[in-house]
């Protein structure tokens, strides 16, 4: 397991935009899977999106499909959710995870293969 830190939440209004920062401390981060997680109030926890370690493979939740783009930037350890056109149902705490896995098959759409996690970034959107 490694350090997860995420950042960038806050209460926006809909149709507004937010970007959320995932910084994994790893020396080998370029290794790394990283998969974005939400959990809305009263509900299970959901997946959002991840990427694989060379950020050429990506993948969506359909409910966010064309509104969230998920990259990293290696140099810097971190992994952005750009998030656009916000809806109200789009409120919850947002989780970062990280595995270590080098290939594509190393994206994970389930919360079980990750071992790294932070501790939620809360994104409130009012309607």
């Known amino acids: 397991q490694v350090p997860v830190v995420e950042s960038g939440g806050g209460l926006v209004q809909a149709g507004d935009s937010l970007r959320l920062s995932c910084v994994v401390s790893a020396r080998t981060f370029s290794n790394y899977a990283v998969g974005w997680f939400r959990r809305a109030p009263g509900k299970e926890r959901e997946f959002v999106a991840t990427i694989s370690s060379s950020g050429a493979n990506t993948y969506y939740a359909e409910s966010v499909k064309g509104r969230f783009t998920i990259s990293r930037d290696n140099a810097k350890n971190t992994v952005y959710l750009q998030m656009n056109s916000l809806k109200p149902e789009d409120t919850a705490v947002y989780y970062c995870?990280?595995?270590?896995?080098?290939?594509?098959?190393?994206?994970?759409?389930?919360?079980?293969?990750?071992?790294?996690w932070g501790q939620g970034t809360q994104v409130t959107v009012s309607s």
């Open positions: 995870a990280a595995r270590d896995g080098g290939s594509a098959q190393a994206m994970s759409v389930i919360p079980s293969p990750y071992d790294s």
